[in-house]
């Protein structure tokens, strides 16, 4: 089956660090687009961060952008998110997708970050 | 700043049809846009339900159906039952590796 798993998340002061984890199986991770798509409390889905398939090419929403950095190892099939300057704003569950066709077909379960002193 | 428009909240009687819509601010969606379909229920991960505009994801019902009315892509639920009443997201393909969703429909099944 085709799986996607976060780690990584938990609660970090302002100003603080963080990096998640997406460990990919079932599939051939190396040959697909991946993103990370966030979703604050009781609010809607926001794209953050795309990579394609052999890391060489990387976008970011502007509200990242400068903060956030995405990257993958793809012997480990992993994909990661390194967080940095964290603000309160960032407080979200963050989901890892796998890219169909310029959509998510595949979600991980979230992993939830807390940004809080 | 390109915002995408969803109803915030729609209902819908069982075995009744509705049709969410997913726009722009400012222009028309086309395919180009490649708008895609979200199922949520709130404490879950998304449930893709519809890519390219109108390829219904695997598992998905028929009773689910993509498209594009008018100036905005369209999700139509035919037959709608109560597992139905969910949060609702679309998403477009913005370009140059961007991607932006819309605000979520809450739909109600009653």
């Known amino acids: 089956d085709v799986q996607l798993v976060e780690s990584g998340g938990g609660l970090v002061q302002p100003g603080g660090s963080l990096r998640l984890p997406c460990a990919a199986s079932?599939?051939?991770?190396?040959?697909?687009?991946m993103h990370w798509v966030r979703q604050a409390p009781g609010k809607g889905l926001v794209w953050v961060s795309g990579?394609?398939?052999?890391?060489?090419?990387?976008s970011y929403a502007d509200s990242v952008k400068g903060r956030f950095t995405i990257s993958r190892d793809n012997a480990k099939n992993t994909l990661y998110l390194q967080m940095s300057s964290l603000r309160a704003e960032d407080t979200a569950v963050y989901y890892c997708?796998?890219?169909?066709?310029?959509?998510?077909?595949?979600w991980g379960q979230g992993t939830m970050v807390t940004v809080s002193s | 700043q390109t915002v995408v428009t969803q109803e915030p909240s729609l209902s819908v009687s069982p075995g009744g049809t509705v049709t969410l819509t997913c726009g722009l601010s400012?222009?028309?969606?086309?395919?180009?846009?490649?708008p895609s379909w979200y199922q949520q229920i709130p404490g879950q991960a998304p449930r893709t339900l519809i890519y390219?505009?109108?390829i219904r994801s695997s598992g998905v019902p028929d009773r689910f159906s993509g498209s594009i009315l008018g100036n905005k892509a369209a999700l139509t639920i035919t037959g709608a039952q109560a597992d139905d009443e969910s949060d609702y997201h679309c998403?477009?393909?913005?370009?140059?590796?961007?991607?932006?969703f819309g605000g979520g429909t809450k739909l109600t099944v009653l």
């Open positions: 400012s222009g028309s969606v086309s395919t180009s846009y490649y």
């Open positions: 079932g599939f051939t991770f190396s040959s697909y687009w």
């Open positions: 997708a796998r890219d169909r066709s310029s959509a998510f077909d595949t």
């Open positions: 390219s505009t109108k």
């Open positions: 990579i394609n398939s052999d890391g060489s090419s990387t």
């Open positions: 998403v477009l393909y913005m370009g140059r590796g961007s991607w932006v």
